[in-house]
């Protein structure tokens, strides 16, 4: 038995005037999964996300959150928290204040201490959002969109201005609401948090929907690499390379572990040392890289 999903996005376009921002776009979130819209800037995240948070209407297709419209507001807010990219409190309440009113409009229960506690911003309660600092905000931005432990969470570049102390917590914060079951959806470009955490990735590149899969299913289509360098007039290497600017050769493989083996074996015999030596698995930035450029 197949259950409902969380959030099915079917042929979603959206236009602003005659430019066509996002193309077609379909996908589906399942309940309990975390994951990671990505994109090349512009390339239509935002203004996808914002139509299934409800903010925006649609140009074509059909948004369904827990099967509802996600305009039905009383169906669908009281399940789902948003971190926006930017904050809209108003700057004369107190941080205290600004998590109670937005708590209420949830209809979620909750209190103000414990979502405070979660990401250290008890000893800011009493101060007036105006006076908090880029990542206090963020901070803030965060406890509100956890309040209540919504089933579904909107985390939209939710790191971004925050020392690596405050990263942990949020993260820490994270895993526990989904040991508890909640559905994330993330944007980032922060590729190495998603890397970590995504179940599946949807990729996005000037509106379209470009791939989506599982870090390796994404990653599996590039070689990994080895980058090394040879002092003096090295003998003829045993694996196909290139000399790149930095002076250091590059191999590009499938089968890292095997050709990392054939190198150093190599090496040991001809008694020769690679230095700077670098191997590693193909990584998202590189996927990213190769969208980036088509
Ligand atoms: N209100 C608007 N009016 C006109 N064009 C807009 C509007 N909002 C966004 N756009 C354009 O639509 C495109 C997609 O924007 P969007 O903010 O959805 O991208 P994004 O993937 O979130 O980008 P980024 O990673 O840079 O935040 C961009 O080219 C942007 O300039």
């Known amino acids: ?56 209407t ?53 209190t103000a201490e414990r979502v405070l506690g979660i990401i250290d911003l008890t000893r ?19 406890a509100t969109a956890v309040y209540g432990a ?3 969470i909107f985390l939209d ?7 690596i102390q405050s990263r942990d917590d949020l993260w820490g914060a994270v895993d526990k609401l989904r040991e508890d079951g909640s559905t994330i959806v993330l944007t980032t470009h922060y590729l190495e948090e998603a890397q970590q955490r995504a179940d599946r990735i949807g990729l996005m590149h000037k509106g379209a929907f470009h791939r989506e899969g599982t870090v390796s299913e994404l990653t599996r289509t590039l070689p990994s690499t080895i980058r090394f360098a040879l002092a003096g007039d090295p003998p003829a290497l045993p694996l196909r390379a290139t000399l790149e600017s930095d002076g250091r050769f590059l191999v590009e493989t499938f089968d890292l572990a095997r050709d990392l ?34």
Not at 266 to 282: C, F, K, N, Y
């Open 1 to 56: 038995m197949t259950s409902t999903p969380v959030i099915d996005v079917e042929r979603l376009n959206l236009k602003y005037g005659d430019f066509h921002a996002v193309k077609d776009v379909s996908f589906q979130v399942r309940s309990g999964e975390f994951y990671a819209l990505l994109g090349t800037n512009g390339a239509g995240k935002t203004s996808t996300l914002e139509i299934i948070e409800g903010h925006r």
């Open 58 to 110: 649609a140009t074509s297709g059909t948004v369904r959150v827990f099967g509802h419209d996600p305009r039905d507001r009383r169906a669908v807010r009281p399940r789902m928290g948003v971190m926006l990219q930017e904050s809209g409190f108003s700057p004369d309440l107190t941080v205290k204040e600004s998590v109670r009113l937005i708590g209420k409009l949830s209809g979620r229960a909750d």
């Open 124 to 142: 800011k309660a009493g101060t007036k959002v105006s006076q908090l600092s880029g990542g206090e905000k963020r901070r803030l931005d965060f």
């Open 150 to 152: 919504p089933e579904l």
């Open 157 to 163: 570049e939710p790191t971004t201005g925050l020392d």
């Open 261 to 294: 083996y054939t190198l150093l074996h190599w090496a040991r015999q001809h008694a020769v040392e690679p230095r700077d030596l670098e191997a590693g698995p193909t990584r998202l930035d590189d996927v990213f890289r190769s969208i980036g450029s088509e």
